[in-house]
């Protein structure tokens, strides 16, 4: 269980009503081929030893006792499996019957979680046959014979947890069908015992739309509960008599589905669970409260875990799917666009001053702003746009910017800073030729006082460019681009503004559309070194590495507390073929290291809209001493 990473699986066998030694065949089957691709758990559907359709055969001893003899064969036939196995049958205790998963390990029955919640409306009635766990009153124990033939007791719990005595973090619960689908489902409680994996055996008949809110019913209690959610389903074999099942089986983390089976269909399922993000999460979350609860522990020796079933997103911040990005970029613009909104009628700004540059950042910044004034009803000619060209400004930016202004119909205005940047160079006596820190920030700061002051002269507010990963690596110049008087990207990562100025380039037509897919296809560089050829010289991704390997780092390391090793292997698996394991090593050590020097310049951001998950305010989601030792992480990213 390197890095927390398990791999669990649901499976939906072939059965036969009533026939528990071939149901028992089936199920052993796929559990022999589900652990011997790594599966640690193994969740088969509700009453799979004899199927969930037996109807008045459950009252029958010839049945029972077949149950009980196949769980026997279960247990026989995976004792030397290295896995946990859950497999509900029915079970007689103190003359009642109950519909219980047995949990097995190692041949043995560690214990029985009976049904609490019996549906008896609509198509169903399991009180006809069943009683809930609530008869049981206490703990229970029924006696059986193990592996040696020898007696042995084994426990009735309805309140109680499973852990692994060689990785503490897997912990799982077990609940039955319709016990998910009630107010307070028992998954609620075991997950507050610290039940990091539910795991739900199920007979859940089809019909019209029962599919997706079942789907999003896993999901959700998987958010709510901070866990992974393991839905084994009955499928091909029941009976039809009336009802028709269709192994629809689920795997949820934390509010995403992992995995899903096709409709109608039999075999198995499997996710990799990071169990580390989920401890993460609740420690995170103040609000999950943690109880206390009984404990049954088993054994399981490590192994490696190949992540054959974890995907890793290479844009975290941006879904793949479009319809759901475009739909993304949307809620973003908008959320944007009405903080600055907010703001700007709050300080009876009558302009709102914003540095074109042409690129990337500059150029969302705009589109937000002209979607507040819109928004405000105010006129567009209120925005100030100002290009400041200098040493390093090349012609394709200039235009971009001075189009860009043009398209949307905002006030344009060109300061040339170079006089004034000479003069002050002189001032300090640093000289032209010396292309250093000094070069580029005297540059950068003369800029963000021409903002300002322009600002104070139209009785208006900078609107601030920089975005989310350039906050990260500390690249803005401290008391330059760093600073303004709202920053509307500041929660936005580049890859993400990337696709906020393609969304707005695909939504509209003409000369707008066109200068905004070039500003798309303009290398990423602050423009502060001379231009070679009347092209750009300085780019950024060169300097501190690609924007999309820092964003992935980033989302990881802050939303979910990821070490470098495990970022590091996210990230191998990610981007394989794409860069090599030298070169995430590189960028990987590079983030670690300018992240931790430069929180200086986040401790004291201006204000602006959060918009996702992962932001850098010292306000809000991310409070760190300007003074910590990066030593750990970085020891940990040189030695991967």
């Known amino acids: 269980m390197r890095d927390g990473f398990i791999k669990i699986a649901a499976a939906t066998p072939d059965l ?8 028992t065949s089936e199920i052993v089957k796929l559990a022999k081929e589900a652990a011997a691709k790594g599966a640690k758990l193994i969740t088969f559907p509700e009453l799979c030893l004899t199927g969930y359709t037996c109807g008045d055969l459950f009252l029958q001893e010839t049945l029972l006792e077949g149950a009980m003899q196949a769980l026997g064969t279960v247990c026989r036939e995976t004792a030397e499996l290295a896995a946990v196995i859950v497999v509900g049958l029915p079970l007689r205790v103190r003359g009642k019957l109950y519909n219980v998963a ?29 009683v809930s766990a609530d008869a049981l009153g206490s703990i229970e124990s029924v006696t059986l014979t193990d592996t040696a033939g020898e007696p042995c007791y084994v426990p009735i719990v309805t309140d109680s947890i499973f852990q692994c005595d060689e990785q503490p973090l897997f912990t799982f619960g077990v609940e039955i069908c319709e016990d998910l689908w009630v107010p307070n489902p028992p998954s609620t409680t075991l997950a507050q015992m610290g039940a990091h994996i539910i795991v739900n055996l199920s007979a859940s008949d089809e019909i019209i739309g029962k599919a997706g809110y079942r789907r999003d019913l896993v999901r959700q209690q998987s958010g709510r509960l901070l866990c992974a959610y393991q839905y084994a389903d009955a499928g091909f074999g029941e009976s039809t008599q009336d009802l028709v099942f269709a192994g629809h089986d689920l795997i949820a983390e934390n509010g995403a589905l992992l995995a899903e089976s096709k409709m109608f269909s039999q075999g198995i399922i499997y996710a990799d669970i990071d169990l580390q993000r989920l401890a993460h999460e609740r420690q995170r979350m103040n609000t999950f409260e943690s109880i206390e609860g009984g404990v049954f522990s088993f054994s399981l020796e490590p192994v490696e875990n190949d ?40 300080t009876h700004a009558k302009t709102a001053v914003v540095g074109l540059s042409g690129g990337l950042d500059s150029t969302l910044a705009l589109i937000v702003l002209v979607h507040a004034f819109d928004m405000l009803e105010l006129d567009r000619k209120g925005i100030l746009a100002v290009t400041m060209p200098c040493f390093g400004t090349t012609a394709r930016t200039k235009g971009n910017a001075e189009k860009l202004a043009e398209a949307y119909g905002v006030t344009l205005k060109t300061v040339d800073i170079k006089a004034a940047v000479d003069q002050h160079f002189m001032d300090i006596g640093q000289s032209k ?11 950068a700061r003369m800029r963000t006082l021409v903002l300002m002051n322009l600002a104070n002269k139209n009785g208006g507010m900078v609107v601030g460019t920089g975005d989310l990963s ?64 009347g092209e750009i010289s300085q780019k950024t991704e060169d300097l501190v590495g690609p924007y999309e390997l820092h964003d992935f780092f980033l989302y990881y390391m802050l939303r979910f507390g990821y070490p470098p090793r ?27 290291r300018r992240f931790f020097t430069q929180q200086f310049k986040r401790s004291c951001l201006p204000d602006g809209p959060k918009v996702g998950t992962v932001a850098l305010s010292p306000r809000g989601d991310w409070r760190m001493p300007s003074d910590a030792v990066s030593a750990l992480w970085l020891r940990e990213a040189e030695s991967l």
């Open 307 to 346: 992540l054959a079933d974890r995907t890793f997103p290479r844009t975290p911040f941006v879904p793949a799917n479009k319809a759901l990005r475009d739909e993304r970029c949307e809620e973003i613009l908008t959320l944007q666009a009405t903080g600055l909104a907010t703001r700007l009628r709050h």
């Open 16 to 23: 036969h009503v009533a026939d528990c030694a071939y149901n």
């Open 470 to 533: 350039e906050l990260a690596l500390g690249w803005a110049t401290y008391n330059g681009d760093h600073m303004s008087m709202y920053g509307v990207n500041g929660s936005i990562p580049k890859t993400l503004v990337r696709y906020l100025v393609a969304y707005e380039a695909d939504r509209t037509l003409g000369e707008l559309s066109d200068v905004l897919q070039d500003v798309l296809d303009t290398p990423v560089s602050p423009e502060l070194l001379p231009p070679k050829d």
């Open 566 to 592: 495990k970022i590091f292997r996210a990230a191998h698996k990610t981007f394989e073929g794409v860069y090599d394991d030298a070169t995430i090593k590189k960028w990987l050590t590079t983030f670690m």
């Open 433 to 443: 030729d010396d292309l250093s820190v000094t070069f580029e920030n005297g540059q």
């Open 102 to 130: 047995a949990v097995v390990n190692a041949g043995d029955v560690l214990a029985f979680v009976p049904k609490t919640h019996l549906p008896n409306y609509s198509e169903f009635y399991e009180q006809r046959h069943f």
